[in-house]
DNA sequence: AGGTTTTTAGTACGACTGTGCTATCAATCG
DNA sequence: CGATTGATAGCACAGTCGTACTAAAAACCT
């Protein structure tokens, strides 16, 4: 017999699949089940209702992204470890400009679907998170300004600007710009803080 | 008679509000001729198409805010004027938190949809060139730093990632956080600028 | 082996979609 | 006044949608 749980995650990457290609009203349960070579009542074996399809899918990739941050080998120097979890964030290869479309599909969807909105919350919060700890990281080693909620506020934007951009404009926003665009907000954090201390001491 | 061309801004107007009520897949021709007291009939004499219809509409409301810029009145201080120009951009009232969600739908379409990629590059086009005017006339005038380019790309993402936020978060992403998130923006701007100008005269 | 449960497939239903088409009403013009 | 054009309405068509349902096949268990 085949792992149910395997066949759900078949189903989720037909849906991502769909999703990108498509467009996510084109991830229907007939197209989404051909998509994955299956039929419709098998699909709906394994996913009672559409939403619970979606939701599922978005779910995978929320962990997806989860597993690559946890698994990110230690770095000791701050600066460093912010740069590279940032770039675990940004839409940098294929895999990532797809898990990135998606999530802006689902950002959109979710302003009028309630069922997708406590996930879309939760993706949001996850990325916070991320900010929060870079920032009070970077703070904490000197490299970033006192005010940590204003600085954890503005990188959050920048990040999401940054990944909405890319989506939109893959051409012009591409793997150098992205990270070059990180690169010169940390440095500029830096540099804030540094003039801080020294006119604190005065 | 009627006139055409205010019948056509009455179902863009149809249009939007039902893509803010019930999202843009739900913007069918029935349901915006319903929206508008017209029969589709009705509808389909003014447009061909339903591409052509929400193109129409996204284009108006581009237009509107190009509009609203034409008429900020003057203000001779660059500090200020940026502000104001960027608190135009930002959705602060319940009109342009419509036009916000409006934005991100068909962002989030034109993935997937050739007939609105070109409208939506254009809205990126405009808000680009508001960001280049913006810090250009900073850094002229020792509020930010001289990398011009490098700065328009980061208060670009930062105002995008700030109206995803607010569209995702009104709760949490006040009218009050925004323009706070804006003006401390320009503070750092000036300070880093400061500590340039510093650091070149030593 | 025989019975049971899981998995797959296929179909049917009612609702909705965009578009094409015709018919009616209003208004303008010759 | 009649005729032509613009505006509105409404229906028909072919297609897709989500879901419910039945039934066959496969796998598992005793």
Do not use: K
Not at 1 to 13: G, H, I, K
Not at 41 to 57: D, I, K, N, T
Request: with cysteine; hydrophobic share 45%.
């Amino acid at each position: 017999m085949v792992d149910p749980a395997e066949r759900r995650l078949l189903l989720a990457e037909a849906v991502l699949r769909v999703m990108r290609r498509d467009g996510l009203e084109q991830a229907s349960v007939r197209n989404v089940a051909r998509e994955a070579g299956l039929s419709m009542g098998s699909l709906r074996h394994y996913f009672a209702s559409q939403s619970e399809l979606l939701v599922f899918a978005f779910r995978t990739v929320i962990e997806r992204i989860g597993l690559r941050l946890a698994g990110l080998e230690p770095e000791p120097d701050s600066r460093r470890r912010a740069q590279r979890v940032l770039n675990e964030l940004l839409p940098l290869d294929d895999e990532r400009r797809a898990e990135n479309e998606v999530w802006l599909a689902f950002t959109s969807r979710a302003m009028v679907d309630p069922a997708l909105r406590a996930l879309r919350d939760e993706g949001y919060d996850v990325l916070r998170a991320c900010c929060q700890a870079i920032v009070a990281d970077l703070s904490a080693a000197g490299l970033a300004p006192a005010d940590v909620p204003a600085e954890v506020e503005r990188l959050h934007a920048l990040l999401d600007g940054l990944a909405v951009h890319a989506a939109m404009r893959p051409d012009i926003h591409t793997a150098a710009s992205l990270t070059a665009a990180i690169a010169q907000h940390l440095d500029a954090l830096a540099r804030e803080r540094a003039s801080q201390d020294v006119s604190e001491r005065g």
